[in-house]
């Protein structure tokens, strides 16, 4: 049932096996904790899983009637361990029957999936990120403003945003990627405020757009 507590009992079992296996793991140990190709400082797998919760859930989880926090989204998620150490050794998380069906439209009080918000709240924090993605306000888009409901109890839209970046990162996302993750978003919200009217024409039914610098930006 929704609301009944699956998201958050998830996050915290998978924060008690990151813990056990830390520990487990011998953390203070430095060989080998360097990348060979950045020099940078190499994250562990016990991170890796727990920040992987972060991006999905801002991708697959929105405000609902009944949660501010509701998995639209399936899951499945396998951890694997040295059974002899007791530390985890590799991980997968499968998504299925993602409801594509509230980004084009939502109920009335409910939103949109919360990457957009975050986004829009990140624009905000950064004028760089507003300035190359063209991103304004969340009342500013028909896939956001539709229902009547921007904000959620609960929700911190910059904290969040913060936090997805940071999971990009730590997962292994490049900068490319994160850079056409980012034009996606912005271009399904563009696309969203494209205006069509009634052709002109008498002999067929068609369609035309009225704001084409919407259609050039998306």
């Not at 034009?183 to 009217?197: K, Q, S």
Request: with cysteine; hydrophobic share 35%.
């Amino acid at each position: 049932e929704s609301g009944a507590g699956k998201t958050e009992a998830t996050k915290i079992f998978l924060q008690f096996i990151a813990e056990v296996s830390s520990q487990a793991s011998n953390p203070t140990k430095s060989d080998g904790n360097v990348d060979e190709k950045t020099g940078n400082e190499k994250v562990s797998l016990q991170e890796q899983i727990l920040k992987a919760n972060p991006l999905m859930e801002a991708f697959g989880n929105a405000k609902t009637l009944r949660n501010n926090n509701s998995s639209r989204f399936g899951k499945w998620i396998e951890i694997k361990f040295n059974t002899q150490k007791g530390t985890v050794i590799g991980g997968s998380i499968i998504q299925y029957l993602l409801e594509k069906s509230r980004l084009v439209t939502q109920a009335e009080g409910e939103r949109n999936y919360h990457i957009f918000y975050n986004f829009c709240a990140g624009a905000l924090m950064d004028t760089a990120v507003k300035d190359k993605f063209c991103v304004g306000d969340v009342e500013d888009y028909h896939y956001l403003n539709q229902s009547g409901c921007f904000y959620a109890d609960g929700i911190n839209e910059e904290r969040d945003w913060e936090d997805v970046l940071a999971s990009m990162e730590v997962i292994g996302i490049g900068l490319n990627e994160i850079d056409d993750i980012l034009r996606t978003l912005a271009g399904i919200m563009h696309l969203g405020n494209i205006v069509f009217e009634k052709g002109a024409s008498d002999y067929e039914e068609n369609s035309e757009v009225t704001n084409s610098d919407m259609l050039e930006l998306a």
